[in-house]
């Protein structure tokens, strides 16, 4: 069957670094990506990862190892308004998307 | 960025009725749109597939003649919850892929339906 395993729930320190990993088993690959999704909305696009390595945006990064069916998403600066759900998601042989459940993510300050 | 929308993005109806959801791409041309459901703390559950001008794919255990779905067309998607139950109420999301290729699904801001 197809898996896509996150935590359920992180905190860390507003002004520190967060990483929030994501491992994956599914019926072919296509890309990997991660949402935000604040409560009770819909989640908003962060990053797309298809080939090993690690893309920066900002105070986002995300990287991607295929070969371990293994992805994590990297908060830097952690802000109050970055508590939200981050959804780890990966696109299969189909080109449908495979959803994790999602890690809440609490800042504290 | 490519925007979708939702239309409404709430809505109370009674036991019984029907509720229509639009789902639209404003400025790109969505050649396959999704709709999802999504429970409290839960991750997105797929409902169905669609393609413009052909019929929708459904997931195993959606009931495609309760959640009716019409791919009209490259702009506009409908979800028609038919014959609604309390334990339709949900948070449904549609998302659209770029006709132009790319694997990004873009999201609408979700409908918030809730069935007394």
């Known amino acids: 069957g197809q898996n896509i395993d996150q935590p359920t729930e992180m905190t860390a320190t507003e002004g520190a670094i967060v990483q929030i990993n994501c491992t994956y088993q599914t019926s072919g690959f296509n890309g990997l990506f991660w949402y935000q999704q604040h409560a009770g909305e819909a989640p908003t696009f962060l990053s797309y990862?298809?080939l090993d390595g690690l893309e920066e945006k900002g105070r986002f990064s995300s990287f991607l190892s295929r070969s371990k069916g293994y992805s994590y998403l990297l908060l830097k600066e952690l802000q109050m308004k970055d508590s939200a759900s981050y959804l780890c998601a990966v696109m299969d042989s189909n080109y449908q998307l495979i959803w994790g459940a999602g890690t809440k993510l609490i800042i504290k300050p | 960025g490519a925007v979708v929308s939702q239309h409404p993005s709430r809505v109370i109806c009674k036991s019984g009725t029907s509720v229509k959801i639009e789902c639209r791409s404003l400025d790109f041309q969505a050649t396959t749109m999704f709709w999802y459901r999504q429970f409290p703390k839960k991750s997105l559950m797929l409902m169905a597939t669609?393609?413009?001008?052909?019929?929708?794919?459904?997931e195993q255990g959606v009931e495609k003649d309760k959640f009716l779905i019409n791919h009209a067309s490259l702009t506009l998607s409908t979800l028609t919850v038919t014959s609604a139950h309390p334990e339709d109420s949900s948070f449904y999301i549609c998302s659209a892929r770029d006709g132009g290729g790319v694997n990004e699904q873009y999201f609408g801001p979700g409908t918030r339906l809730t069935v007394t």
């Open positions: 990862n298809v």
């Open positions: 669609s393609n413009e001008g052909s019929k929708a794919t459904y």
